[in-house]
């Protein structure tokens, strides 16, 4: 305990000291910690909408112009045989044309010069969660896609696993670019702090001729990066607030849209111990780096 209280006076006292490169290190830690930030926001929410698309997934069996009843009361027999339906809607072409007409109301006046119906009547389909993780959807799905009046099956699974790829592209990415600024952040506390390392390198000769312990010696160094890694993830979260709520507050209503009605949520406090963590983490590596060269 007497080593760590030392290291930290010691750790704070050069922060003064030397607080103009200090603030170097700390916007370098702020900045990386910001794009980590950012993109665990941005991940963090999409992740929950696709959970809550695939939780909700569905097929469209889209029904030839000229089906008959009959085929259409095959297709929902096999529908319901399957055991993977949740439940099933019939919908017709005129529902289709009502539906468009709803969702875009922008292009509804473009409907109106149509001689005939373009929307295909179709069968929509909730898939039970289980049936999901056990290959009888994609079966079924493609079944139907060779039966009697049926022009095509559109399968929400398809396109979900190419977002879901995406995202992790995204987050590959993001996570890439953070590792590397995050590298360049703890390269400039060693640099800070080896600078403080100097200024004091007759004080820590004196420390190694009385038989100082090696902890007394380099724990002040590896504090002073731990600090400014803490200060500095600190400074990026308060960053990230105020750009999460400036956000919110321009674009609110657009991002309800493209979360499917649900709300842009603020990464939960895992997330936000994470991001505190990593900055501690990163300014630590930088001044453990430094402290090699005293003792």
Known sequence: MRALDYALRQAW??????RGSTTFAIVAIALAMIVLGILLLVTWNAERLLARWSSA???SVYLRDEATSEERGAIEALIDQSGIAAGREYVSKADALKRFRSDFAELASLTSGFDDNPFPASV????RPEAETDGRTENLVRRLGGA????????DRE????????????RAAGFALATLMAIAAAVTVATVVRLGLYARR??????ELVGAPLTFIRGPFIAEGFLQGGIGALLALGLLVIVYSLV??????DLRAVMDGGAVEFL????????????????????????????
């Open 148 to 155: 009697p009046g049926v022009a095509d099956v559109r399968y």
């Open 248 to 253: 919110l507050a321009w674009w609110g209503g």
């Open 13 to 18: 006292a050069s922060l003064w000291r030397s």
């Open 202 to 207: 007759a004080e820590l000769e004196i420390m």
């Open 57 to 59: 997934a569905e097929f």
């Open 124 to 127: 929509e389909v909730r898939v």
């Open 159 to 170: 396109w979900l696993s190419r977002l879901a790829g995406a995202l992790e592209t995204i």
């Open 268 to 295: 939960p406090p895992r997330l936000l111990a994470s991001l505190v963590v990593g900055g501690m983490a990163v300014g630590s590596a930088g001044g453990f780096a430094a402290s090699r060269h005293a003792g």
